[in-house]
């Protein structure tokens, strides 16, 4: 709050260029479609943690692992 956006890019080591790619691509974009991103990203992060697993149990049990 009350900083100005460069200097905390500048922290992170965001250049002005990935600043600029990043309004250029995502500016305008709602709220809710955000929202909704975020969700698909919780549900393919979880069935590929729950695939991976299954992979995992199955190499483990045919020996393989």
Do not use: M, P, Q
């Not at 260029?17 to 990043?22: M, P």
């Amino acid at each position: 709050a009350g900083r100005v956006v460069k200097e905390v890019y500048r922290e992170h080591g965001i250049s002005d260029a990935t600043n600029h790619n990043f309004k250029f691509k995502y500016c305008g974009i709602e709220a809710s479609d955000i929202k909704w991103l975020k969700a698909i990203f919780a549900d393919l992060t979880l069935e590929h943690r729950i695939l991976k697993d299954i992979l995992v149990k199955s190499c483990k049990a045919s020996g393989e692992a």
